[in-house]
Structure formats: structure tokens, C-alpha cells
């Protein structure tokens, strides 16, 4: 495939419909739905003698670009508002005098312009000529050349001498001097600057960080990052979006200086959260050279955050395990063999295992991680060929009760928008999610509507960037306790109804009436009053109804949520909760609101939609349904099992029990992201064959019989599906480093268990899918290539996917209120537990590190740290930097302290990305009543000064070198 170079229309279309705040170059927009259509009004007008038309509010550059005349430019792209700084797209207007700048002049009926005379070139090329004078003609050796703007424009104006020379002041002398190469993955040149300010606007408008500013005036005004400080000292994320609007060598990636320019690209989709960004993958040959993000992306027009666009070197990683391996017990050596034995050693196993101790002694878990078809193929393994429904997923540990909760009262496990829908709205509600560190291009989208002028209300323990941060600040920040998540919503519900907030309209016409009716008397009992619950929600009554009364009040209402409402013993209660807010106040079923889970992981989605709950059969389908169990039977041609299979918590425990004995995990690492770590421990070393499939020997893999490699997204082909339910194309770019993709893998596991599954590419696999499940029955590959994604439902009703979901009507039909009665955790502080310990992740690393840790990322995050209130510090001899132990009733680690005041007196908080740090060794088993999600986010601990290190990090040690020694090097 050849380079992919998207146009640049110099402008951004004009707005949807002229009443949004929209920026419509930067935003969501799907394919087949951007702003340039024929539904807005139209204007007319000639183009150096052409007849043009064009949406009204078009710039005359984009005009022009659109029909296929290039006007030259250096300050403008449609990516940000023009300025016309440059006067390098100047043109003329029949009947105007001068020659205005296209970028900034709007088009209008009648209108005649010429955009080629002689007076126009000799104004071009004088001001190339300017801009020349004050730049390094060492194009040759230049980073950029052959992709240099500045390089290209100089060609169109035909500037061919330079008549002012080098000498004099200029920018480049001594500018080599200040060169900044802090940034792990990128370079400032300030010689080769030509002082645009594309990159200054891109991080202000598109990213929102305003870490870029211009410093100085006139002939001295330079670009700085910060205060004078270094790229990597300042407020920089690495979003890379000044790096692609860079129209020079100025910013770079460093890769690109180092290997050369790409040769060719190969369009794909991020395999870190749930945005689901498109990326082009440039490479030469079969070598990465940059991932630069897609503008047709659905769900990120053009913009990445610094995992999608600069970490993706873990895939060449010196740790990637190549060769499959066994072994017949944890204690001994891992011997290399081939797949075909790696097949038979495991399948051996796993029969051995059910001849012993029953068909259902094993199951397996599906890979968030990995591809629709690829997580289909495993459920389907489990079910056809082991034949149980021991089939579950991450989602378990994360959004199962967003499933569970949504389904019972819209009828849908899935979010209602897609991440644009953002943009329409006047009051945003986020409850329990960190967006601009865990889904950093919405929370750049989400910043974006806000500075246009919606309101904001944050829901949260600590206080995250969008309370404050440069141009945002939080109307509300409603700084609940660890655990009071249901006592805070029930509150806010009761200031609705009590004081007549209730769209009656909607819920008569949409809803359940008995269902309201009982929900209605419930939420106004006097106990769910704000000041009822302030003891234990700790938020000000005041501010509870404030929030309320904005919220209910507001034309578009949008809620976001993440794992901070999930990861609790009442996860279930608050996901109905908030469906049970947005009902209520007629906030479903149109743009600018909805109910919208920010899912976590890369196709956490798809691995739920594609049936990998231990119930339910893809597209959430009962295995208990005969009819619907009978469609997949004749599918696979076997019989399959009508009883609901083990959840991951209770395969660990019949583990423990002795009556589940074999595990297949295919991309997952559940013994450091689960909780409880040593709990987890002792299960997987009970079992008798465990395999896992992983591009690393991860920490599960410590305990496992069987060890067969994984492919990267850069390896396969297939389909990830994101938080908006978009469906979007995975496209191989380099061959499998092991020799097979994941599902090639599956196949041959598959084969050796005597059922053979015979697919010779993912699209096949894809179209069965779409056969058997009734919200995928439009999806196939070649509808992919046609609209670059769709969003589920997509059948004969939706054949262009579904965008908003409940428009018409809910799923179920009629919306159902559930009551949503708080019940405490039983998780409590006590004399000897006095804090609560909450969990979350950071901007820099992904879920449990495997991939971010093996890239340059490790420079902002090199290891977890627990932040800890100044009044708690302080009262235990604390300091900055001081390693503390962390207590609670399942075990004990070490961590170093951070004084922050993020998090509120009586609350601590830390990440888990780092193995060694044992987060999840102090978490414990306490889960959602409804889907034994862990109650991640609240745990009781103490912290102390540290006198000596853990028990469990000395014991983790010593198995890591016992692993060490009994592993064979990479190859």
C-alpha cells in the first residue's frame, strides 16, 4: 500500500448547522456524515472560471481545495481555526480591493475569485522569499525531506533565489544551541521554526493542554513549551498533534530522523482504550517507522494521545516470546517446541483433566486485547470443544455491571452515543472517570465543549484535571467518599423529583408508568434526601442540590462514567441509578446526552458483545434460550451446554476447592490485575494445566503449564469494537513475529481437541458472526472498507449502523425504573484500617503495563506511588518521597509516598501498573452484589513509615529469578 497522505483543506468545514459550537475538523465526525453535505445551505460561486459550490460559512481556501485547486499555505490547516498570518493564500476578489487571505474569507453567492495572476505569484514569492531568509538551507540532510510543507510551498510559488542572504540577525545561529530533545519521542528544532504558531493553536485548540505558547515579540518571538522549560519539564503530554502540524523540521519524531522517511502505510486501530483511535502504521518494509493518527478516524478525527501515537515499540520488544513452551510443572524448566506440540500438550491435558474430574474442571478467559474475531473463536472453543460455558472476560473486573445495569433498564450493555454527541452538550456530568488520563482523545473533546461554554460536573474522590486545569474548570465538584456512589445519585434523583424537575412528558410517553410510579415514591422518601446522606456521601447538601437543579435544568445533559462507578460492592445500583437520572429528566435518546460508559481497554466491548460472559451466548443472548442456543448448535454442528458456566472469581474458588483444574487465558493477565493477588496465586497453582497466550511471560504466566505466543495488533488482521460501539478495521502490517496471528493460534487448539473450526481469514470469521447475531448482521468487512466503521446495531433497520441508540423507542420497549436502596460496604474503616484506598490508572501507562513498560513511557510514570493527603501524612511522620507500607485486611506492600492534594483527608490512592508494586495484593475480594465486579476502589488500609520491605515483594522476587532460571532466552 502506498504512503497515505490525508488532504488538508487549510480550513475546517463550517459548522454542522450554524447553531452548534462545534469544530467540526476536530471532532468525531463518521464517515459519511462530516459537515461538508448537501443538507446544509449551499452557496455558489466561481472559481478562476469555474463554477463551485460549497457549504455556506466555507472559506475560500477550503472552497478551492475541495474542487481541486491548491492555494499555497503555511499557517492554515483544517485542523484549527485559520488567522491568516502567513499571507501566503492571498487572492483576488472580482469587485474587492486588495487581496484578502483565503483562509479567512468566507465564500459567498456570486462570488468571483482568482486565485493565479502575475501580481499574485511576485506577492507569494516575496513572502517565501522572507520566510527563506531566516531558514537553513540544509534541505538535503533535513529531517523532513521529501515531507518538508515549507519544502513544497517554495516549489508551488516558484521561488528559485533568495536576494537578502544570510547575513545579519537571523533565528538559526545560534539556535542549533537550544535545541530541545528532552521528549523520548520527538525533537524541537527552534533553526528551523518559521514561527506559524500551528503548533501553539493545535495544542489549544485540538488538545487542550495550552503547553505551547509564542514568546517574545516581532523578530523576537520564538515558540516555548511552558516557562522556558524543556518539552518533557513542561505541561507537554505527547499527544504529538504539534508534531503533525509542524509544517518543518521544528518537531519531529525522533524515529523518523533516525530511519528515514516511510515508505508506505497500512490503516489501522489503537489497541490501547476504548477510543479506538485510527492510526496510519508508516513504515518501511516491514519496520514501524511513526503512527500518525487518522483524520477520517470515526472516533478520533485526526488526534492521539501518547500511547497510540509514540508507544508502540513494544511489539518489537526484546521480550516478545516467540517459540511456544511447555512444561509439565510450574517448578520446571520451560522447554521450546513446536505449535503442533503446544496444541497437543495442552488438548492432552485438558481431556486428561475432564476424564478426572468432570467436563466442566475447565474454561477459559477471552482477551479484551485482542480481536472480535479472535474472542469469538475462544468462547467458541470453550463451548463447542471443552463443552461448558466457562467462558468470561476482563470485564468481569470492570464494566460487567455497566452490562448488567444498562440492560435492566434501557435493554441495551452498551453506551447510547458516540463521543461527538459530546460536542451538543450544555451540561456534562463525570462520575467516577478520569478521561483525560484513561481516554485522553475524548477528554481532549470533552475539554474542547467545555471551553466553549457547557457545564461541567465532576463526581469523583479526587480531585482530576477537569475540576481545574488551564481554561476548564468544574461548575461543581462533588468530592464524595470512597462508596457512597448510590447515597450521592439517590440524592440527586430525590432533588428532582421533590421539586418537580421530572420531564413527565418523556417518562409517560417512554416509560414503564408502574415502574416510575414505584421508583417516584421511593426516591422522594425524606432518606434519600441530601441531607439525609451527607454523613455519608461527606458532599454539602447545598452543592448536591445545585448540581441537581443544573443538571435537570439543562437543554442536552450528558452523563460519562468509568470505573470509578463500577468497581464497587452497588456497581450494578449506580449504573440503574444514572439510567434511572437520565429517564427521568428525558436525557436518552438524542444528541448532547445519553449514558455513556467510558470502557476501558482497547475492545473490552467487543469481547462482551462477542458472548464471553459465562451466560450469555454473542450479542448477549441467553444460553439458556433454546431457540437461540439451538441457531449456534446448528451453526457449529455440536450440542452445547443450557447451563450458565464459572465467572472468573468463581473458577479461582473452585479452583481453590479441587474441582476446576484447567485454564486457557488468552491476552490476559489476571494475577496482576485481579484482586487479591495471593488469592489468585494459590488458585492458579492448584490447577493442573493453565496456558497462556501473551506476547510477553507475564506474571500469570508463572504459573502456567503451556505458553503459546501472541501477536500485536500490528500482526493480525480483524476488528475492534470501542466505547461507542464502533466496529473498526485491525489491518496486518507486519507478518507474526511467532509465525501465527491469535487466531490462527485458537484454530490449531481448536484442531487438537478435535474440533476443528476451518476459517482461513478473520473477514470469514466476521461473516459468521454476522450471520448468528442480530446486532452485527449488516457488519462485514467489505461494509467496513466503505464507511470506515459502523456502529452496532447495523441490520436491515440500521444498515449504516447506529450512532444514538434509543431514539424511537428503548430496547426493551419501555424504559423500567429500578429502586436503588444504598447499602453500605461491608469494606469499612475501623480503628486499624482508618483510610480508604482507591485505584485508578495515569495518562503515561495502560492497565498493567505489559505494553507501556517495554517503551520510553516509563520517563513520566517509572513506577506506582501512593498519593496520600498532607493532614494524613503528617500525622504519621510522612514525607515526600518516603517509602510507606500500605495495610489491609488481604495483605501488605510498599510503595513511596506523594503528598498530593488531589485526594481528600482520610482517602489514599495509587495505580497499578507495575507488577513489583503488589496494588492488588492489598484489595480484596469484596464485589458488586449483581456481577462479582471487585470492589476495586474502595479497600480499608493503614499507612506507615516503612521500616523494612514487604513479605510479599521478598517471596515475588524470589520467583521472579526462579522464573528467570527456568526460562529459556528470547528468540
Known amino acids: 500500500m502506498l504512503l497515505i497522505r490525508e488532504p488538508d483543506h487549510g480550513t475546517p468545514a463550517p459548522c454542522c448547522d450554524g447553531a452548534c459550537s462545534c469544530n467540526t475538523a476536530s471532532t468525531g465526525t463518521t464517515a459519511g456524515t462530516t459537515a461538508d ?196 519539564g513542561s505541561e507537554c503530554v505527547s499527544c504529538g498533534a504539534c508534531v503533525d502540524a509542524c509544517p518543518t523540521a521544528s518537531l519531529i519524531e525522533k524515529s523518523v530522523a533516525q530511519q528515514g522517511q516511510p515508505e508506505r502505510s497500512v490503516t489501522t486501530t489503537c489497541a490501547y ?99 472480535n474475531e479472535e474472542t469469538y473463536l475462544v468462547q467458541k472453543l470453550i463451548r463447542s470443544a471443552l463443552g461448558n460455558n466457562n467462558v468470561d472476560t476482563c470485564a468481569r473486573v470492570c464494566h460487567s455491571p455497566t452490562g448488567y445495569g444498562l440492560k435492566q433498564t434501557l435493554g441495551e450493555s452498551a453506551g447510547t452515543q458516540d463521543f461527538a454527541s459530546v460536542l451538543e452538550a450544555d451540561l456534562i456530568v463525570v462520575m467516577g472517570a478520569n478521561p483525560t488520563d484513561a481516554h485522553p482523545v475524548f477528554g481532549s473533546l470533552l475539554k474542547r465543549r467545555v471551553r466553549a461554554g457547557a457545564q461541567l460536573i465532576v463526581i469523583d474522590p479526587r480531585a482530576t484535571e477537569l475540576v481545574s486545569s488551564p481554561h476548564i474548570r468544574a461548575a461543581h465538584h462533588l468530592q464524595l467518599r470512597p462508596g457512597s456512589n448510590v447515597a450521592l445519585v439517590n440524592a440527586l434523583a430525590h432533588v428532582i423529583v ?80 444514572i439510567a434511572n437520572l437520565a429517564m427521568a429528566t428525558g436525557n436518552i435518546g438524542r444528541r448532547g446526552v445519553g449514558v455513556n460508559p467510558l470502557r476501558g481497554q482497547n475492545n473490552v466491548q467487543g469481547s462482551c458483545d462477542m458472548g464471553s460472559f459465562p451466560h450469555e451466548l454473542p450479542g448477549y443472548r441467553a444460553v439458556g434460550d433454546d431457540a437461540v442456543r439451538r441457531s449456534f448448535e446448528d451453526a457449529w454442528q455440536v450440542q452445547l451446554d443450557p447451563e450458565p458456566g464459572l465467572r472468573i472469581p468463581q473458577m479461582l474458588n473452585a479452583a481453590l476447592a479441587g474441582s476446576y483444574r484447567g485454564i486457557y487465558i488468552q491476552g490476559e493477565d489476571i494475577l496482576q490485575s485481579d484482586p487479591n493477588t495471593q488469592h ?123 450512532p444514538i441508540m434509543h431514539t424511537a423507542q428503548f430496547t426493551r420497549g419501555l424504559g423500567r425504573f429500578v429502586e436503588t436502596p444504598f447499602v453500605p460496604t461491608t469494606e469499612r474503616t475501623s480503628r486499624r484500617f482508618p483510610l480508604l484506598l482507591t485505584t485508578g490508572r495515569i495518562l503515561s501507562q495502560y492497565n498493567v503495563g505489559a505494553q ?36 489491609s485486611r488481604s495483605g501488605l506492600t510498599v510503595l513511596k509516598a506523594r503528598i498530593s492534594n488531589r485526594v481528600a483527608p482520610g482517602v489514599v490512592y495509587t495505580t497499578f501498573h507495575f507488577p513489583e508494586s503488589g496494588a492488588n495484593v492489598v484489595t480484596t475480594d469484596n464485589a458488586d452484589w449483581a456481577t462479582q465486579c471487585p470492589e476495586y476502589k474502595v479497600t480499608a488500609v493503614e499507612v506507615r513509615l516503612a521500616t523494612q520491605t514487604a513479605p510479599w515483594k521478598d517471596g515475588y522476587q524470589q520467583h521472579q529469578v526462579l522464573q528467570g532460571r527456568l526460562t529459556p532466552e528470547p528468540r
Not at 736 to 745: F, H, M, Q, S, Y
Open 37 to 232: 453535505t448537501a443538507a446544509q445551505p449551499r452557496v455558489r460561486l466561481q472559481i478562476d472560471g469555474r463554477a463551485v459550490e460549497v457549504p455556506a460559512g466555507t472559506s475560500i481556501l477550503r472552497a478551492a481545495s475541495l474542487n481541486g485547486t491548491t492555494i499555497p499555505k503555511l499557517c492554515a490547516t483544517d485542523r484549527i481555526d485559520a488567522v491568516g498570518a502567513c499571507r501566503l493564500c492571498l487572492v483576488e476578489i472580482k469587485g474587492r480591493k486588495g487581496f484578502p487571505a483565503s483562509c479567512t474569507t468566507p465564500v459567498e453567492a456570486g462570488m468571483e475569485v482568482c486565485t493565479q495572476s502575475p501580481r499574485l505569484a511576485e506577492l507569494r514569492r516575496n513572502v517565501m522569499e522572507l520566510t527563506i531568509s531566516d531558514h537553513p538551507l540544509d534541505c538535503l540532510t533535513c529531517s523532513a525531506n521529501g515531507q518538508c510543507e515549507l519544502q513544497t510551498v517554495a516549489g508551488q510559488v516558484g521561488l528559485r533565489e533568495v536576494r537578502y542572504g544570510l547575513a545579519g540577525a537571523n533565528h538559526f545561529e545560534d539556535a542549533q544551541a537550544t535545541r530541545d530533545d528532552s521528549n523520548p519521542y520527538f525533537s524541537y528544532d527552534p533553526s528551523k521554526c518559521i514561527v506559524c504558531a500551528r503548533c501553539v493553536r493545535t495544542c489549544a485548540e485540538v488538545q487542550g493542554s495550552f503547553a505551547i505558547t509564542l514568546d517574545g515579540r516581532g523578530f523576537g518571538t520564538r515558540v516555548m513549551a511552558g516557562q522556558h522549560e524543556s518539552f518533557l
Open 273 to 371: 482504550c476504548g477510543v479506538g483511535c485510527s492510526f496510519h502504521a508508516e513504515l518501511k518494509g516491514e519496520q514501524v517507522v511513526r503512527m500518525t493518527p487518522a483524520k477520517s478516524g470515526g472516533a478520533n478525527a485526526g488526534h492521539a494521545c501518547v500511547k497510540g501515537r509514540f508507544a508502540w515499540g513494544y511489539a518489537t520488544h526484546p521480550d516478545r516470546i516467540k517459540t511456544p513452551m511447555v512444561r509439565d510443572t510450574i517448578h520446571d524448566p520451560w522447554r521450546p517446541v513446536s505449535w503442533d506440540e503446544a496444541f497437543a500438550h495442552a488438548a492432552q491435558a485438558f481431556r486428561r483433566i475432564q476424564t478426572q474430574y468432570g467436563r466442566k474442571a475447565v474454561g477459559g478467559i477471552t482477551s479484551s486485547r485482542c480481536t
Open 498 to 577: 421533590t421539586e418537580g424537575w421530572v420531564d413527565e412528558a418523556f417518562v409517560a410517553a417512554r416509560c414503564e408508568a408502574a415502574s416510575f410510579a414505584a421508583w417516584r415514591a421511593f426516591i422522594a422518601d425524606p432518606a434519600n434526601a441530601p441531607e439525609a446522606v451527607a454523613p455519608m456521601t461527606g458532599v454539602d447538601p447545598a452543592l448536591v442540590r445545585a448540581a441537581a437543579r443544573l443538571y435537570a435544568q439543562a437543554p442536552n445533559a450528558a452523563i460519562y462514567y468509568g470505573l470509578g462507578v463500577t468497581e464497587h460492592s452497588q456497581g450494578s445500583t449506580t449504573v440503574m441509578g
Open 680 to 802: 489468585v496465586e494459590a488458585a492458579l497453582a492448584a490447577m493442573e494445566c493453565v496456558v497462556v497466550q501473551d506476547l510477553f511471560l507475564n506474571e500469570t504466566a508463572r504459573y502456567a503449564h503451556v505458553f503459546l505466543p501472541g501477536a500485536s495488533f500490528l500482526e493480525k488482521d480483524g476488528t475492534f469494537t470501542n466505547a461507542e460501539r464502533r466496529i473498526s478495521r485491525v489491518r496486518q502490517v507486519m507478518r507474526p513475529l511467532a509465525g501465527k496471528a491469535d487466531w490462527e493460534v485458537t484454530l490449531g487448539l481448536a484442531a487438537a481437541l478435535g474440533q476443528p473450526m476451518n476459517y482461513t481469514h478473520p473477514a470469514q470469521i466476521m461473516e459468521e458472526i454476522a450471520r448468528l447475531t442480530p446486532s452485527f448482521a449488516g457488519v462485514s468487512y467489505a461494509r467496513l472498507e466503505e464507511r470506515g466503521s459502523l456502529q452496532w446495531p447495523c441490520n436491515a433497520d440500521a444498515p449504516d449502523g447506529t
Open 852 to 887: 507501556t513498560r517495554r517503551t520510553a513511557n516509563n520517563v513520566w510514570h517509572p513506577e506506582d506511588v501512593l498519593d496520600i493527603h498532607a493532614e494524613d501524612a503528617q500525622e504519621r511522620g510522612i514525607c515526600d518521597g518516603a517509602p510507606v507500607s500500605i495495610e
